[in-house]
Nanobody
Framework: VQLQASGGGLVQPGGSLRLSCAAS????????MGWYRQAPGKQRELVAT???????NYADSVKGRFTISRDNAKNMVNLQMNSLKPEDTAVYFC???????????????WGQGTQVTVSS
């Protein structure tokens, strides 16, 4: 299973970006998808998650500004980021818990990360 993230870049404070992550490979079901971020010198932190029944969870720092969504048909998870702040600058990683086939245990996978820089 591979996760391919895209959509990062440089944006001014107050701007918007949309991140996408597509899962490919041997996939029977994806139980859980999420976005995490890691700023320089800091630990990786949860940004937002979404379950297979579309239950969402957000870090307090992004509530009301970020929206996570998923497209089950395409095995994709998206993160719409609005009202971006300089403190949102980080490398963003997508994560998915995937069951590859019947009888196998779900396993977590990470994408390669995409840089988001919020600066004027």
């Amino acid at each position: 299973v591979q996760l391919q993230a895209s959509g990062g870049g440089l944006v001014q404070p107050g701007g918007s970006l949309r991140l996408s992550c597509a899962a490919s490979g041997s996939i029977l079901s994806i139980n859980f998808m999420g976005w995490y971020r890691q700023a320089p010198g800091k630990q990786r932190e949860l940004v937002a998650t979404i379950t297979s029944d579309v239950s969402t969870n957000y870090a307090d720092s992004v509530k009301g500004r970020f929206t996570i969504s998923r497209d089950n048909a395409k095995n994709m998870v998206n993160l719409q980021m609005n009202s971006l702040k300089p403190e949102d600058t980080a490398v963003y990683f997508c994560n998915a818990v995937v069951q590859s086939s019947y009888g196998t245990a779900p396993r977590g996978y990470w994408g390669q990360g995409t840089q988001v820089t919020v600066s004027s």
